[in-house]
Every structure is written in C-alpha cells, then in structure tokens.
C-alpha cells in the first residue's frame, strides 16, 4: 500500500482545494481519484466509505478522513502547522474560520446565475476588503513579524495565502489598500513548498469553469 495520502474529489477546486494547499504547504506528495460520473459517488456511498455521504474524501494513515475542517486538523497537526499550543492553536482556528467564510463565497460563485454574478464579485470585494482583510492587515502590522501566529508558518498563513489568491483572480487590485498583505503574498508565495505548488503542472486546480460546474451538477444533483 502506498504512504502517500490518497484524496478523492472531481478535478477541480471546490472543498479538497484548501487540503491540496496544505499538503503540498507541508512537503507532503498525494495521489488523486477524480470523480467523474455519478456512479462512481454511489459506488461509495454504497460500499459506506463516506461517513457522511459526501467528498471530499482523503485516505491517510489508515484512516478515511471525510468533513474538510477534520481533515486539515488532522493534517496541520500532523505536520506541526498548528501552534505550539492550545491559544496558538485557537488563533490559527478563529484566522481560518474566518477565512473559510470568504472562501464559500468564491466556492459558490460559478454556480450563480448569469444576471447575479457582477453582484456577486461586488459582494466577495465588499467582504474581503472590509471585514477580512483589514484583520491579517492589522495583525501583520501589530506583530511585526513573517507568519500570522508565534512567527511560525502555520495552516492559517496557508489558508490565508490560497484567499488572497483566489480573491485576486475575481478583483486584480483587490489587496491595493493592504500593504502588508502585498509583503505576505510575495513572502509566503516565494517559500519553496508554496513556490513549487504555484508553478505549472502542480496539482493546485485552475478556476472552476462550465465544464467543472455540470461535472458538480451531475454527480451531486438528483
């Protein structure tokens, strides 16, 4: 059997994105099963591989790991991205939850209708340059140091990186008003695990297009 993590989810971003990023934030290389037809999702509902009914699905040490959130504890804990301790820990946990409530806004986007889409990128600005960003805005200046949490990389400058990121593909200037966030992007992108998940032919996912939406419609909806 493999040591490697095995994850299974369509070819595309949507909630296995941010476990890819802190994978591959840890050094750590994975093996991918796209789903592609809704027999295949049956298939484990049926043979009861998915606790829950639903991906994603990641397979690690010996485990078969549904539920996002549980997933990147168990991975950020595994790989020391998670604090020294338990108010480490809990600031790491309030940064991603918060940063995971920006992310369901550019999760759900593709599938907004046509006519709502302009509101919709209005809105992901109107959050992320007023509730959001303002906050790693201010702590990177208060702190003064590299990383959002004890000066050490940790699942929160991962998490935040992969936002900014994706916020930047809908709203280019998006960070123009956040100057330490700029020095946090250039910061953490040139990190050489994240340098090298950034470059081409990794296993980051582009956009969701047309065709990654119908592949969602088809194998999630009755």
């Given amino acids: 059997m493999s040591g490697k993590p095995k994850l299974t989810y369509l070819n595309g971003r949507g909630r296995m994105e941010p476990v890819r990023w802190l994978l591959a934030a840890a050094g750590v290389e994975f093996e991918e099963i796209f789903l592609e037809t809704r027999q295949q999702y049956e298939k ?3 043979d009861g591989v998915l606790m829950f009914q639903q991906v994603p699905l990641v397979e690690i040490d010996g485990m078969k790991m549904v539920q ?5 504890s168990y991975i950020a804990g595994k790989y020391n991205l998670y604090g020294k301790d338990l108010k480490e820990r809990a ?5 991603v939850e918060g940063i995971t409530d920006l992310m369901q806004m550019i ?3 593709p599938f907004s209708p046509p006519d709502a889409k302009e509101k919709n ?3 992901i600005k109107e959050r992320a340059t007023n509730r959001y960003f303002p906050v790693f ?3 990177l200046k208060q702190h003064g140091q590299d990383f959002l949490v004890g ?3 940790s699942w929160a400058d991962v998490q935040l990186i992969e936002a900014i990121l994706a916020v930047e593909e809908k709203i280019p200037s998006v960070l123009s008003g956040f100057p330490q966030l700029q020095a946090f992007k250039t910061r953490i992108s040139n990190m050489p695990t994240i340098k090298k998940f950034l470059q081409p032919g990794s296993p980051r996912k582009p956009p969701p297009d047309e065709i990654y939406v119908e ?3 088809k194998i999630f909806k009755k």
């Avoid at 996002?68 to 990147?72: E, F, M, N, P, S």
């Avoid at 600031?91 to 940064?95: A, E, N, S, T, V």
């Fill in 44 to 46: 484990l509902i049926k």
């Fill in 68 to 72: 996002t959130r549980a997933i990147l």
């Fill in 91 to 95: 600031l790491i946990d309030m940064y």
């Fill in 107 to 109: 999760l759900m986007f």
């Fill in 121 to 123: 990128i209005d809105s």
């Fill in 137 to 139: 805005e201010k702590v």
């Fill in 151 to 153: 000066n050490k990389f």
């Fill in 215 to 217: 592949t969602v419609l």
